[in-house]
């Protein structure tokens, strides 16, 4: 099974769906929020987002859904990443819920050869995040530098590092 892509195989144009989506639990929504102390009674507090909200609910926090696509686009994007260079940025465009299932996909919006090292190249995507009735949650602009192939070829193949049984 493949595991991220080298720089040759990225064309500008190409949309990778990723799968599966994850429906996003109350309990992964606090825990996020308590690993991250982010303690905003909007994402911890239902009687709070009750009584105070315009959502009269909790809202998932933006940053685990923003965490979860980019985690969801690493086999099809940056498996094979040498480096994420930047964040261009990042919108959450409608709020996310517990109970929600969040899918993504990505788009190559361009590619350049590095201009220092002949064996590797950035690639410019932009994720984006939809729930399960389509509605768009967050979408955000990257920039990854992958390697060639004759990078990868150097250093193991397809499973770098990984050891051979011993008999």
Same mark, same amino acid.
């Given at each position: ?55 009269? +609910?909790? *809202? %998932? ?9 980019? =985690?969801?686009? !690493?086999?099809?994007?940056?498996? #094979? ?38 064996? +590797?190249? *950035? %690639? ?9 009735? =389509?509605?768009? !949650?967050?979408?955000?602009?990257? #920039? ?24």
């Amino acid at each position: 099974m493949q595991f991220g892509r080298y720089f040759e195989e990225f064309e500008v144009g190409a949309i990778y769906k990723h799968w599966p989506g994850k429906t996003v639990t109350e309990y992964d929504d606090h825990l996020f929020c308590l690993l991250t102390m982010n303690h905003h009674p909007l994402h911890m507090d239902a009687h709070y987002a009750e009584e105070t909200t315009d959502f009269k +609910r909790n *809202v %998932v926090v933006g940053n685990y859904i923003y965490s979860l696509l980019l =985690g969801m686009s !690493v086999p099809d994007v940056s498996g #094979k990443a040498i480096a994420n260079l930047e964040v261009e940025s990042l919108k959450h465009t409608k709020p996310t819920f517990h109970g929600d299932t969040i899918y993504g996909e990505t788009e190559v919006l361009d590619k350049s050869e590095s201009k220092s090292k002949d064996d +590797r190249g *950035v %690639v410019y995507v932009e994720t984006r995040g939809y729930k399960q009735d =389509g509605t768009v !949650v967050c979408t955000f602009r990257r #920039k990854v530098m992958v390697p060639k192939r004759s990078y990868g070829d150097t250093r193991g193949g397809e499973q770098p590092g990984r050891p051979t049984p011993q008999t």
